[in-house]
């Protein structure tokens, strides 16, 4: 899923797929800037855990 931050340039997001952690129940993120290197795999929980912590942290500057 692109962020709609990101520009068609990529910008500084990264980029998740919410089809494969449904299928998977591991969810693959990577670099907007560069979708043809590798991507890390996390667990959901991971991933929940890690948004919950970008969006505070994002929120206070």
């Not at 919410?18 to 795999?41: E, G, Q």
């Amino acid at each position: 899923m692109k962020s709609s931050y990101s520009t068609y340039e990529g910008g500084n997001c990264v980029e998740w797929s919410p089809s494969h952690a449904r299928a998977h129940n591991l969810v693959p993120i990577r670099d907007s800037k560069a979708p043809h290197l590798p991507h890390l795999t996390v667990t959901p929980h991971a991933w929940t855990d890690f948004v919950a912590f970008a969006t505070t942290h994002a929120a206070n500057g």
